[in-house]
């Protein structure tokens, strides 16, 4: 399954809401997570079954979508979110991931 | 704490072998599907391998599949991969990550990766 993200780079001020699309090639009904990666570090995860909060993430994050369209939304950028974002579908092997959303300072 | 940290990673020629080691901590390893994510310099993250809690089952990704061979020591709480046939385009920083519990194969905790570099 192959899962597009858009848009690559997202260009966005501190306060701002921010939202990024990922498309799955295939139905993955709600199997989807997000993940936020920060330079130099490892990926963590910020949502699973499309939106359900991880537990210790702000709630300022929100996810949607079911099927092929999903969203992740950022209702307040803060300067900790600057980061890229990337999603997985998990309902089958091989697990895929979209290529990826670069959030960076306007 | 959940920890996971990898290592045995390094510089290795095309064609020869490599062999990662994660080292997990701070939870029932037996109980856990481990997989390995892998990150080429600069781009996305590729998804290379699980293995299920029991050792009973395990999935490749197609680029890595008859090369690579994942395992599991549960009584020493240890993930390997073993690489075999290397090639350039399996440089990457390769991550060891926790199948969750709550949705099975998003990863929850992952290590701080191993660097493999594969060069001539």
């Given at each position: 399954?192959q899962?597009?993200?858009?848009?690559?780079?997202?260009?966005?001020?501190?306060?701002?809401?921010?939202?990024?699309?990922?498309?799955?090639?295939?139905?993955?009904?709600?199997?989807?997570?997000?993940?936020?990666?920060?330079?130099?570090?490892?990926?963590?995860?910020?949502i699973?079954?499309?939106?359900?909060?991880?537990?210790?993430?702000?709630?300022?994050?929100?996810?949607?979508?079911?099927?092929?369209?999903?969203?992740?939304?950022?209702?307040?950028?803060?300067?900790?979110d600057?980061?890229?974002?990337?999603?997985?579908?998990?309902?089958?092997?091989?697990?895929?991931?979209?290529?990826?959303?670069?959030?960076?300072?306007? | 704490?959940?920890?996971?940290?990898?290592?045995?990673?390094?510089?290795?020629?095309?064609?020869?072998?490599?062999?990662?080691?994660?080292?997990?901590?701070?939870?029932?390893?037996?109980?856990?599907?481990?997989?390995?994510?892998?990150?080429?310099?600069?781009?996305?993250?590729?998804?290379?391998?699980?293995?299920?809690?029991?050792?009973?089952?395990?999935?490749?990704?197609?680029?890595?599949?008859?090369?690579?061979?994942?395992?599991?020591d549960?009584?020493?709480?240890?993930l390997?991969?073993?690489?075999?046939?290397?090639?350039?385009?399996?440089?990457?920083?390769y991550?060891?990550?926790?199948?969750?519990?709550?949705?099975?194969?998003?990863?929850?905790?992952?290590?701080?990766?191993?660097?493999?570099t594969?060069?001539?």
């Amino acid at each position: 399954i192959q899962m597009t993200q858009s848009p690559s780079t997202l260009s966005a001020s501190v306060g701002d809401r921010v939202t990024i699309t990922c498309r799955a090639s295939q139905s993955i009904s709600s199997r989807l997570a997000w993940y936020q990666q920060k330079v130099g570090r490892a990926p963590s995860l910020l949502i699973y079954q499309a939106s359900t909060l991880e537990s210790g993430v702000p709630s300022r994050f929100s996810g949607g979508g079911s099927g092929t369209e999903f969203t992740l939304t950022i209702s307040s950028l803060q300067p900790g979110d600057f980061a890229t974002y990337y999603c997985q579908q998990y309902i089958t092997y091989p697990l895929t991931f979209g290529g990826g959303t670069k959030v960076e300072i306007k | 704490q959940v920890q996971v940290v990898e290592s045995g990673g390094g510089v290795v020629q095309p064609g020869r072998s490599l062999r990662l080691s994660c080292a997990a901590s701070g939870f029932p390893f037996s109980n856990y599907a481990i997989h390995w994510v892998r990150q080429a310099p600069g781009k996305g993250l590729e998804w290379v391998a699980i293995m299920s809690y029991d050792g009973k089952n395990k999935y490749y990704a197609d680029s890595v599949k008859g090369r690579f061979t994942i395992s599991r020591d549960n009584s020493k709480s240890t993930l390997f991969l073993q690489m075999n046939s290397l090639r350039l385009e399996d440089t990457a920083v390769y991550y060891c990550a926790r199948g969750s519990d709550s949705a099975y194969n998003s990863f929850d905790y992952w290590g701080q990766g191993t660097l493999v570099t594969v060069s001539s």
